[in-house]
């Protein structure tokens, strides 16, 4: 256990149905990032936050998808119009970056067990 | 081409084998990621390095900046390291997302 939650795990849904998932970061990691993982394949990244602020969106991320951090804690990955092309591990990470007085620097990413989406 | 490129895709060894697995690389970077995913799709991160090379147990992992290339090894190799590994290019600290490849099944037979 990384201390990095995503609910649910696994995810059925029906072509065109609309999909929610959550992550919760490790509590003090400051960037939370959301990657698509299909068969055989490395992660792909998807796109990132530093705190409540998404800095970067992948092209993969089309318009059916949009992430959140509304709180700079917990986010959310939703896609809508679901397509069979979307089935695929989705993972987050989280990681610490920066320093300050008294926080450690630390950019390894820690990653969440993913949730499987299979769209029918 | 692929940003980052690694070799074999499939490895089966037997158990107590020396494992070497590589991962190339083709533009810069700040640090290399080696992640390990078991069945089921958990990652775990073994090393980050930009350098030299580090170790933890059996796992020693090396890098060679000029050559743009990585190496994962496991001594003693056991069934239990069987998984699929996956290193990852990571760059800058305003950029946040990693590269990966497209990873290596390893499977060490008892």
């Known amino acids: 256990d990384t201390g990095v939650s995503q609910n649910p795990r696994h995810k059925i849904t029906k072509r065109g149905q609309n999909v929610t998932f959550r992550c919760d970061p490790i509590?003090?990691?400051?960037?939370l990032y959301w990657y698509r993982q299909t068969l055989g394949q490395g992660p792909e990244f998807l796109t990132y936050?530093?705190?409540?602020?998404?800095?970067?969106k992948s092209r993969l991320l089309s318009d059916r998808f949009s992430a959140e951090r509304p709180k700079g804690s917990f986010s959310t990955l939703e896609i809508q119009r679901t397509e069979q092309g979307d089935s695929a591990m989705y993972l987050c990470?989280?990681?610490?970056?920066?320093?300050?007085?008294?926080?450690?620097?630390?950019?390894?990413?820690?990653f969440g067990p993913g949730t499987r989406l299979t769209v029918l | 081409k692929n940003e980052v490129e690694q070799s074999p895709q499939n490895l089966t060894a037997q158990e107590g084998e020396f494992i070497t697995i590589n991962c190339s690389y083709s533009?810069?970077?700040?640090?290399l990621h080696w992640l390990q995913q078991h069945p089921g799709g958990g990652i775990v991160s073994l090393f980050m390095?930009?350098?030299g090379k580090k170790k933890h147990g059996r796992l020693i992992a090396t890098i060679n900046i000029q050559e743009k290339h990585s190496s994962l090894h496991i001594t003693a190799s056991h069934p239990r390291d069987s998984a699929v590994y996956i290193c990852g290019r990571w760059w800058g600290t305003s950029y946040g997302k990693l590269t990966f490849g497209q990873g290596t099944i390893l499977t060490v037979h008892p």
């Open positions: 990470a989280s990681s610490l970056v920066g320093s300050g007085e008294g926080r450690k620097r630390e950019y390894a990413q820690f």
């Open positions: 509590s003090e990691h400051n960037r």
């Open positions: 936050f530093q705190n409540e602020a998404q800095l970067e």
């Open positions: 533009v810069g970077i700040s640090a």
């Open positions: 390095l930009s350098s």
